[in-house]
């Protein structure tokens, strides 16, 4: 199985890009097709983008998320652009054993499809 770790959150200003890090060990992180996930207080567990365990397909709930990989380096990183106060959440990564995307956008988003899970990085986005 595999650990994940996030990195990379932090308090920024809104318009300002961050680039989220997922940084995978236990196994080999290209055998797992993983996800962005985010949590805002009070709010369901949202998904945000998603990367096949090869990095050729991602798939994201809007434009200025930008999801890719790096398996020499176990990571999977997430960017998201234009930052808003909206962004402010918890920032999950997690990955399910298969490299293969599935083709249902219900399943790819849905975080019960997910077994592993990191311990999460907070994003405050202040305007």
């Known amino acids: 199985q595999v650990q994940l770790v996030e990195s990379g959150g932090g308090s920024v200003q809104a318009g300002e890009p961050l680039t989220l890090s997922c940084t995978a060990s236990?196994?080999?992180?290209?055998?797992?097709?993983t996800a962005w996930f985010r949590q805002a207080p009070g709010k369901e567990r949202e998904y945000v983008a998603i990367i096949s365990g090869s990095g050729a397909s991602t798939f994201a709930a809007n434009s200025r998320f930008i999801v890719s990989r790096d398996n020499a380096k176990n990571s999977v990183y997430l960017r998201v652009n234009s930052l808003k106060p909206e962004d402010t959440a918890v920032y999950y990564c997690?990955?399910?054993?298969?490299?293969?995307?599935?083709?249902?956008?219900?399943?790819?988003?849905?975080?019960?499809?997910?077994?592993?899970w990191g311990q999460g990085t907070q994003v405050t986005v202040s305007s």
């Open positions: 997690a990955a399910v054993r298969g490299a293969i995307l599935p083709p249902s956008s219900r399943a790819r988003a849905n975080p019960n499809q997910y077994p592993y």
């Open positions: 236990g196994d080999t992180f290209s055998n797992y097709r």
